[in-house]
């Protein structure tokens, strides 16, 4: 049983480009959470999704990034436009209920490096 | 704004010492506390939880010790090991919430 999966591990960009954040929830789970770590700092809450749902965005950046949870597929985290601020480790946990009391299962992220 | 605060930022502690990290918050309607163990390169894992109708909680080496009027609440871990060595990070949520408050982690280091 799989846990869940992120890809790619590294992500390299120049400032200006497109980043997507790929993750696949363990089986069975159908809530999707990403969260964001700036160096020496604790995870800051993203976005939180279910199945073609955005449920909670409070913690995305008004501009250029976005999130998703097809019916199909993984769920994807897009940041458009990249900037050096932006390069960051990036996590996506997901759950089998709603919130993180019932326990969060992390993937173990993507690096992001804007340069 | 951080809701929760954590200390020390980083602690050194011989093998078989005790490793104590501690953390603080405001928001009374916190009523998780979960401790996560991560390692270079991994994600987050949970190590322990507590509720706050419970002062203390012990899973093998680790335990949470939590004051409620104090609002702080503290993981100690006994004859510390090599392989304990990590980022340790306290958080705190509430039933319903869709979200998880970190600290800001503490890197543990023992030595042999």
């Known amino acids: 049983n799989a846990g869940v999966m992120q890809n790619p591990r590294h992500l390299v960009r120049r400032r200006g480009q497109e980043a997507r954040l790929r993750c696949s929830p363990m089986?069975?789970?159908?809530?999707v959470y990403w969260y964001r770590q700036l160096p020496e700092e604790g995870l800051k809450f993203m976005v939180y999704?279910?199945?073609?749902?955005?449920?909670?965005e409070s913690g995305m950046p008004k501009e250029r990034f976005s999130a998703e949870f097809p019916k199909e597929g993984p769920s994807i985290l897009r940041i458009q436009q990249v900037v050096r601020g932006d390069s960051a480790a990036y996590f996506c946990?997901?759950?089998?209920?709603?919130?993180?009391?019932?326990?969060?299962?992390f993937g173990s992220g993507t690096r992001l490096t804007v340069v | 704004q951080q809701q929760v605060k954590q200390s020390p930022q980083s602690l050194i502690v011989q093998k078989g010492g005790i490793s104590i990290i501690n953390c603080a918050y405001e928001?009374?309607?916190?009523?998780?506390f979960p401790w996560y163990q991560q390692f270079p390169g991994k994600g987050p894992a949970l190590l322990i939880a507590?509720?706050?109708?419970?002062s203390e909680k012990k899973e093998g080496r680790f335990t949470i010790s939590f004051n409620k009027s104090a609002k702080q609440f503290s993981l100690h871990i006994m004859d510390s090991q090599p392989g304990d060595s990590a980022t340790y990070f306290c958080?705190?949520?509430?039933?319903?919430?869709?979200?998880?408050?970190f600290g800001t982690g503490t890197r543990l280091t023992v030595i042999p």
């Open positions: 946990a997901s759950s089998n209920s709603r919130g993180p009391v019932y326990g969060y299962t």
């Open positions: 089986k069975g789970h159908s809530h």
């Open positions: 999704l279910q199945k073609e749902n955005i449920i909670d």
């Open positions: 928001n009374t309607a916190f009523d998780y």
């Open positions: 507590i509720r706050p109708d419970v």
């Open positions: 958080a705190a949520s509430w039933t319903g919430a869709n979200n998880l408050f």
